[in-house]
């Protein structure tokens, strides 16, 4: 049996990824929602919110500047493993 298609009221793109969520969110993706009701700043910096994934990004570069590492080394690396792959 076919699921339905559920459409982000946002961005109307399919919902997949949170689809038991749909209602939940308000027939909109987790992150669709969490910018129009719960971001309380420009939509490309974090809020204050811990579960922003914008904070999630600011968390793990502070964290891997504690352990030495560059970032956007890490993310270099990151992308040329997904290319080989």
């Given at each position: 049996?076919?699921?339905?298609?559920?459409?982000?009221?946002r961005c109307?793109?399919?919902v997949t990824k949170h689809y038991d969520d749909y209602e939940l969110?308000?027939?909109m993706h987790w992150l669709c929602f969490h910018l129009e009701f719960e971001h309380?700043?420009?939509p490309d910096e974090k809020c204050s919110d811990p579960g922003c994934p914008w904070w999630h990004i600011e968390v793990y570069r502070?964290?891997?500047?504690e352990l030495h590492?560059?970032?956007?080394?890490?993310?270099e690396e990151a992308i040329a493993k997904l290319a080989s792959e």
């Open positions: 049996m076919d699921v339905p298609v559920k459409l982000c009221t109307h793109k399919p969110f308000e027939g309380n700043a420009d502070k964290r891997l500047r590492e560059d970032p956007e080394k890490v993310l």
